[in-house]
């Protein structure tokens, strides 16, 4: 199994950036593709972006393409979210997720390890 704690998120104006982290403990990092999901008030839990195992590949959203970037450091068994642009829309509880295969990585449902969340805010 493995933990993951995210951290990095805070309140910003619009137009600016955050970069949330999340670091796996337990089993090895590079053993799971990763994911990033979000939550704002009374919405459910939607795809942000995702990463393979190596960091290879990567897939994204199509409101957060070009603006939101995922990254892994398998090495220091962390994976992250450099977002840029940040507009209020984007203000949510964000949420990392690990699972063992790269295939159907947009649905919430195919993960089985889950952070416990950041709140990003984004003021207009």
């Known amino acids: 199994q493995v933990q993951l704690v995210e951290s990095g998120g805070g309140l910003v104006q619009a137009g600016g950036s955050l970069r949330l982290s999340c670091e796996a403990s337990?089993?090895?990092?590079?053993?799971?593709?990763m994911g990033w999901f979000r939550q704002a008030p009374g919405r459910e839990r939607e795809f942000v972006a995702a990463?393979?195992?190596?960091?290879?590949?990567?897939f994204y959203a199509d409101s957060v393409k070009g603006r939101f970037t995922i990254s892994r450091d398998n090495a220091k068994s962390t994976t992250y979210l450099q977002m840029n642009s940040l507009q209020p829309e984007d203000t949510a509880v964000y949420f990392c997720?690990?699972?063992?295969?790269?295939?159907?990585?947009?649905?919430?449902?195919?993960?089985?390890?889950w952070g416990q969340g950041t709140q990003v805010t984004v003021s207009s």
């Open positions: 997720a690990a699972r063992d295969l790269w295939m159907l990585v947009t649905r919430a449902g195919n993960y089985p390890y």
């Open positions: 337990g089993r090895s990092l590079g053993t799971y593709a």
């Open positions: 990463i393979d195992k190596s960091g290879v590949s990567t």
